[in-house]
């Protein structure tokens, strides 16, 4: 069984940086496609970024396109979101994700999840 484990959330003003980590447990990291999904209260959770097991491709929300960058490192089982520019509209509570397909936004696409964790930006 797969375990994912989210860390580098917290609370920031517009405009500044943060990292996220997402580090894997369990199985064979660097056969699986890797995505960060996020989700705000009362809302759906939406897609983020994704990238493909060899790191090859990269697929970024347009919300997030040119501020966001999802990497990975399958030495270390882990997978990346710098997050730059973080705007209010960013807070939310940020998921990692294993499984899907190259390019895959939808969370049903994905089989393993972390627990999440909280990115407040204030204004």
């Known amino acids: 069984q797969v375990q994912l484990a989210e860390s580098g959330g917290g609370l920031v003003q517009a405009g500044d940086s943060l990292r996220l980590s997402c580090a894997t447990s369990?199985?064979?990291?660097?056969?699986?496609?890797m995505g960060w999904f996020r989700q705000a209260p009362g809302k759906q959770r939406d897609f983020v970024a994704s990238?493909?097991?060899?790191?090859?491709?990269?697929y970024y929300a347009d919300s997030v396109k040119g501020r966001f960058t999802i990497s990975r490192d399958n030495t270390k089982n882990t997978v990346y979101l710098q997050m730059n520019s973080l705007k209010p509209e960013d807070t939310a509570v940020y998921y990692c994700?294993?499984?899907?397909?190259?390019?895959?936004?939808?969370?049903?696409?994905?089989?393993?999840w972390g627990q999440g964790i909280q990115v407040t930006v204030s204004s």
């Open positions: 994700a294993a499984g899907g397909g190259p390019g895959y936004t939808r969370p049903y696409h994905y089989n393993y």
């Open positions: 369990g199985g064979t990291f660097s056969s699986y496609n």
């Open positions: 990238i493909t097991s060899t790191a090859r491709s990269t």
